[in-house]
């Protein structure tokens, strides 16, 4: 019944979408108004079978049907409610019908949102390359990876999820961001190509997807902070970001699609970069399908990659026929596509932005080259390369410190043009805390010059951030006559993308200054320990109280009990562990965090407790790790200030006067 149900679902998502598609391209043709109304409700029978599909196999995962094969295999009778729910994306299969719901809802919210201009031959294409692009996904389903493929003999129960899977919460939280994040820039990727399909380069087709971009590129900031804090919670390692090609698959995307959230602001507001955008959304989008070969055909040995399956041919093609259509129209449009503006200065905002896509750019190409590279080498020449840590720190570290420099200065630039007058009053002050605070960090000794730089030009940054919220709530108290904490709440809502992006930069630098300090900060030894032996560890002082065994359907839990004090005051007893699951060869260690607002205590069994009371313990002291999730906060924070509605109208001058007049426009994220 639920296969039957499945498979009726899949058909219906796929018939829809060939109908939209069929029927919105002869309206086009035709300039049919009623076809083009027509199609658009195509969009809602793609969503009413993404949630059927979805339904039914959360039904065939809550009732333990194990007669569908993805059931068997990800699932069991012990397997935890949480993580039985959480099954639908632990796998291929599962995972594809999760990413066309959220497609499905993307799609629906914009013919929702569009339903007025149903017939605007811009809105038309746009819906038209979505449905296509869901078309796709559909055809994945009913054909290589269908998810109700059904097992005879129906087994008595299932192999259950991968145990790294069902070991932590964030399970069920990290891989939905993610793909609402991912999925999401199908959006601007489909108004990208109506652009161009129509040959409207205004920026009206910029204002129609703004929204949609912005949180796209926020839920995807967040599922990577969240696969971070995951990373760090569960693998044992003691880190939150190793380079994984998995983890870069879905670095790549961010940092185009930051980009083009900066770049955006200069073709609004001066009509320039427009190949530069269309290139940026159409790149954003690739890298989203790249991920998706990357993570669920099987070519790379990662602990957040698929098994092996045969839709790597699928979505190499997809990707080769998407890069394919954006380049010839883009080529198609070259002469149509020049802009209207110019940079008038090179000490000017736009002329800054541009410098920071660069270096966006820069690090996109850095990453990808990192990543693809082995597999090209295992391909055209059977050698196995490894690309590790060192050249990705050693790469992408100049950018970063530019990219900070950039994100302290662009915000305080005016447009066309600065004087010297202007930079003084704006720059000085920031200037001299950055310079002080690289001094500072020198005299406490730094790890290097790096580290100084590092803290200096996050000072800068978030003195230059401080400065502009002070000035605006001081405008906005003298204009309205209210005390300074209304002031700055009125400022804020009176042009919530402007301050929404100084958010999500301080958010940024905190993520910076956090990356500094946990990679150059921290401790890492092995200790062993009897019961009511005491060891010290910088500062920690551990004791040994004795092991006991946890034993349920889902997995038998070895944990060492842990006293932890510091300075003589006791901070709890802390208990790493080792879990062992029906059907597993190698057991799975949960590391034990105290965390702390400077430094975190990270505790892992490297070896179980023995008869004799012994166990070795590692021991690491992390310095400022909770300030990356903190910082991820305060970006998601900032993301959703910027989505808010304006209290008033935007007009050409700001009410701090010519000199002082802020951007209009959200100004993004910097790295």
Known sequence: MKAFVGVFALALGTVSSVFGVIVLGLGLKKRDER????????????????????LAMEWA??????????????????????????????????????????????????????????????????TLVGLAVALFFFALMLGPANPFKTLSPTPSDGLGPNPLLQNHPLMAIHPPMLYLGYVGFTLPFSFAIAALATGRFGEGWLADIRRATLIAWGFLTVGIILGGWWSYEVLGWGGYWA???????????????????????????????????????????SLTILGTFLTRSGVLDSVHSFTESPIG????????????????????????L?????????????????????????????????????????????????????YFNRMTTPLGLVLLFLMAVAPALPWRA??????????????????????????????GITDSVTFGLAAFALAGIARQMVVGARAQGRANGVAWP?????????????????????????????????????????????????????????????SRITDTKQKVTVHARIRVERDGDA???????????????????????????????????VSSPTERERVTVGVQVNSMIVWLWIGGGVVALGTLVALMPSLRRRSQRDPLGADDAEPRVLEGASA
Do not use: C
Not at 324 to 332: C, R, T
């Open 486 to 546: 209304a002031a700055t709440l009125r400022a804020i809502r009176s042009n919530p993308r402007l301050y929404g992006g100084l958010i999500v930069h301080t958010g940024i630098v905190l993520i910076a200054i956090a990356l500094v300090a946990s990679s150059s900060y921290s401790t890492r030894r092995e200790v062993r320990l009897t019961r009511d032996n005491t060891v010290n560890v910088s500062g920690y002082s551990l004791t040994y109280l004795g």
């Open 418 to 447: 600065a004087s010297g007058e202007v930079l003084q009053r704006r720059l000085l002050v920031p200037a001299w805390i950055g310079g002080l605070t690289m001094v500072v960090a020198l005299l406490l000794g730094t790890n």
């Open 571 to 605: 901070l709890g007893v802390l208990t790493p562990a080792i879990s062992s699951f029906p059907g597993r060869t190698s057991g799975i260690g949960t590391p034990a965090v105290k965390t702390g607002i400077v430094r975190d205590l990270y505790l892992t069994l």
């Open 243 to 285: 380079w994984d090609p998995v983890e870069n698959a879905s670095l790549l995307p961010w940092l185009t699609g930051t980009a083009f959230i900066h770049s955006v602001i200069v073709q609004e507001r001066r009509g320039m970069l427009r190949v530069w955008n269309l290139s940026l959304v159409i790149a954003t989008f």
């Open 61 to 126: 995962l809550l009732s333990h049907d194990f007669s569908l094969e993805y059931v068997y295999e990800n699932n069991a009778r012990a397997t935890p409610l949480l993580y039985t729910i959480a099954g639908l994306w632990a796998n291929l299969e599962g995972s594809i019908i999760l990413w066309a719901l959220v497609l499905a809802g993307y799609l629906a919210f914009a013919a929702r949102r569009f339903r007025d201009r149903s017939t605007d031959p811009l809105v038309a294409w746009a």
């Open 313 to 336: 041919p699928w979505l190499l093609s997809f990707l080769a026929v998407v890069a394919a259509v954006g380049i010839g129209l883009i080529a198609w449009r070259g002469d149509r």
């Open 338 to 390: 020049r802009a209207p503006g110019r940079i008038d200065s090179p000490v000017s905002r736009e002329s800054a932005f541009l410098g920071n896509n660069l270096i966006f750019a820069a690090l996109a190409f850095v990453v990808l080259l990192g990543t693809v590279y082995p597999l090209l080498a295992e391909a055209l020449q059977g050698r196995q390369l490894s690309v590790g840590e060192p």
């Open 35 to 54: 076809m083009l109304e027509l199609g658009r409700r195509f969009v809602f029978g793609v969503l009413a079978a993404a949630v059927l599909a979805f």
